[in-house]
T-cell receptor, first 114, second 115 residues
Framework: AQKITQTQPGMFVQEKEAVTLDCTYD???????LFWYKQPSSGEMIFLIY??????QNATEGRYSLNFQKARKSANLVISASQLGDSAMYFC???????????FGTGTRLQVTL | GAGVSQTPSNKVTEKGKYVELRCDPI?????LYWYRQSLGQGPEFLIY????????DSGLPNDRFFAVRPEGSVSTLKIQRTERGDSAVYLC?????????????FGSGTRLTVV
């Protein structure tokens, strides 16, 4: 079975600072994909970044980067230069093997302060 | 359309009633997914369509839940004899192909409240 663990229910970060949101995963499949989504109070899930299990380089998308450590089964999201608009829930998710569906963690609520 | 559209955005129904939730995916997206998000939790998979057929319905909690996608585009999630425990946000997502590294595009969800 696939499992995503996010151990930080809430995080605070000051504007313009960097923050790391933790995610560990468990799967027995060799081929899998890891996703991060942002969910603002409006409820929509916004895709941020993707890392494939065979990708050798860490994924980056603008201010978002994914710190992928395969041996440790971790896929932490790093947000650089935080902005007030980054305040939201952040979910780590995995698609594993041939299953075309996402398994989500419980999320981390990020609050960016002045 | 430009994004995934879900209607209604909010639905309040009485226990025991029947409800239908609609999802209009991005044009051309062959894969469509339904998820349920309870308060304080991450979304949980319900069902996945590839074209018109349900390729994986392993997440449907019981036989009160059913979903269709008759023409391979719009999908309807149907819940019979609603219970208070069905209260949640129901999210729909679509993707160009299954397992797309571009991610799944989600709608804003339908908040279902069973009273």
């Amino acid at each position: 079975a696939q499992k995503i663990t996010q151990t930080q229910p809430g995080m605070f970060v000051q504007e313009k600072e960097a923050v790391t949101l933790d995610c560990t995963y468990d799967t027995s499949d060799q081929s899998y994909g890891l996703f991060w989504y942002k969910q603002p109070s409006s409820g929509e899930m916004i895709f941020l970044i993707y890392q494939g299990s065979y990708d050798e380089q860490n994924a980056t998308e603008g201010r978002y980067s994914l710190n992928f450590q395969k041996a440790r089964k971790s896929a932490n999201l790093v947000i650089s230069a935080s902005q007030l608009g980054d305040s939201a829930m952040y979910f780590c998710a995995m698609e594993s093997g041939t299953a075309s569906k996402l398994t989500f963690g419980t999320g981390t609520r990020l609050q960016v302060t002045l | 359309g430009a994004g995934v559209s879900q209607t209604p955005s909010n639905k309040v129904t009485e226990k025991g009633k029947y409800v239908e939730l609609r999802c209009d995916p991005i044009s051309g997206h062959t894969a469509l997914y339904w998820y349920r998000q309870s308060l304080g939790q991450g979304p949980e998979f319900l069902i996945y369509f590839q074209g018109t057929g349900a390729a994986d319905d392993s997440g449907l909690p019981n036989d009160r839940f059913f979903a269709v996608r008759p023409e391979g585009s719009v999908s309807t999630l149907k819940i019979q004899r609603t219970e208070r425990g069905d209260s949640a946000v129901y999210l729909c997502a679509s993707s160009l192909t299954p397992g797309s590294s571009y991610g799944y595009t989600f709608g804003s969800g339908t908040r279902l409240t069973v009273v």
